[in-house]
């Protein structure tokens, strides 16, 4: 790394395949530091919520390509990727790091190259608790809801985009999109679609991760058109400012939302 972007210094992280979540695998093809230089312009900010990250690139021997994400204290970052690839994590001080494991909240920079030729790679990077235990914390939940609210759109709307529906939910929540005379097929035969000017989080009013199912409640903003055959239906449009519950769960290692409630 140049002086313009982050200083070079030594422990290397090799992965073979596999998924770890704190002890680095050292492997003799890799240098036992960094090569070469770290560009400006191969650095890419990514946000790792608590549904984790996919990342895809291509790489060839003496490049590098830099991934900056927010860490906090006593969290440990999860990664699982097929191919053979170099990694690096450093700090927000620029320190490099002999584990995965978060000592500071900060900006933490992962850097990733090949140890030889040229290759095309995947990678999934998630944050876990410090045990590897994955755990919902309370930005991410928020995260998550944030994530739904601006699919809204595209889910009940054309193109009724039910991969949304999976990617964002499970258990109770899905099946009431997803099912026959759910809310999909219900918009779908009664050629009926919404438009939404606005859906945002006005306020967190608290979260919970004491049940099975992790809780947050919060105050809502929304201004929607529901249009149908003969044109708008005003009765069911409008703007409003609601408070609701969300419910968490896990699916195959990823929190979704498991279902949603309007509070009184």
Same mark, same amino acid.
């Given at each position: 790394?140049?002086?313009?972007? &982050?200083?070079?210094?030594?422990?290397?992280? &090799?992965?073979? $395949?596999?998924?770890?979540?704190? +002890?680095?695998?050292?492997?003799?093809?890799?240098?036992?530091?960094?090569? $070469?230089?770290?560009?400006?312009?191969?650095?890419?900010?990514?946000?790792?919520?608590?549904?984790?990250?996919?990342?895809? $690139?291509?790489?060839?021997?003496?490049?590098?390509? $830099?991934? +900056?994400?927010?860490?906090?204290?006593?969290?440990?970052?999860?990664?699982?990727?097929?191919?053979?690839?170099?990694?690096?994590?450093?700090?927000?001080?620029?320190?490099?790091?002999?584990?995965?494991?978060?000592?500071?909240?900060? +900006?933490?920079?992962?850097?990733? #190259?090949?140890?030889?030729?040229?290759?095309? &790679?995947?990678?999934?990077?998630? /944050?876990?608790?410090?045990?590897?235990?994955?755990?919902?914390?309370?930005?991410?939940? /928020?995260?998550?809801?944030?994530?739904?609210?601006?699919?809204?759109?595209?889910?009940? #709307?054309?193109?009724?985009?039910?991969?949304?529906?999976?990617?964002?939910?499970?258990?109770?929540?899905?099946?009431? /999109?997803?099912?026959?005379?759910?809310?999909?097929?219900?918009?779908?035969?009664?050629?009926?679609?919404?438009?939404?000017?606005?859906?945002?989080?006005?306020?967190?009013?608290?979260? #919970?991760?004491?049940?099975?199912?992790?809780?947050?409640?919060?105050?809502?903003?929304?201004?929607?058109?529901?249009?149908?055959?003969?044109?708008?239906?005003?009765?069911?449009?409008?703007?409003?400012?609601?408070?609701?519950?969300?419910?968490?769960?896990?699916?195959?290692?990823?929190?979704? /939302?498991?279902?949603?409630?309007?509070?009184?």
């Amino acid at each position: 790394m140049n002086k313009n972007n &982050f200083t070079s210094l030594a422990i290397l992280l &090799f992965l073979t $395949g596999c998924s770890s979540t704190s +002890i680095p695998i050292v492997n003799r093809q890799c240098p036992s530091q960094p090569q $070469g230089t770290l560009e400006s312009e191969n650095v890419q900010k990514v946000e790792i919520d608590g549904q984790g990250i996919d990342i895809s $690139g291509k790489l060839k021997f003496g490049q590098y390509l $830099g991934y +900056i994400f927010e860490g906090k204290s006593d969290r440990v970052l999860k990664y699982d990727t097929p191919n053979d690839i170099c990694l690096w994590l450093y700090d927000p001080e620029m320190n490099l790091l002999e584990t995965f494991q978060f000592k500071q909240n900060g +900006i933490y920079t992962l850097q990733v #190259s090949t140890p030889q030729g040229s290759t095309s &790679f995947d990678l999934s990077l998630s /944050i876990a608790g410090k045990g590897g235990e994955i755990i919902l914390y309370e930005d991410d939940a /928020i995260a998550i809801v944030n994530k739904w609210l601006a699919s809204k759109s595209s889910i009940f #709307s054309p193109p009724f985009d039910e991969s949304l529906v999976s990617q964002l939910t499970t258990g109770e929540r899905y099946q009431d /999109i997803t099912k026959p005379n759910g809310s999909i097929d219900w918009l779908r035969r009664n050629n009926s679609y919404y438009k939404y000017r606005a859906s945002e989080i006005k306020k967190v009013i608290s979260f #919970s991760d004491s049940s099975q199912y992790p809780e947050l409640k919060i105050t809502i903003y929304e201004d929607l058109t529901l249009y149908g055959p003969r044109g708008i239906d005003y009765e069911n449009s409008g703007s409003s400012t609601r408070d609701y519950i969300y419910y968490f769960a896990l699916d195959n290692g990823i929190w979704k /939302i498991y279902d949603a409630k309007l509070l009184d």
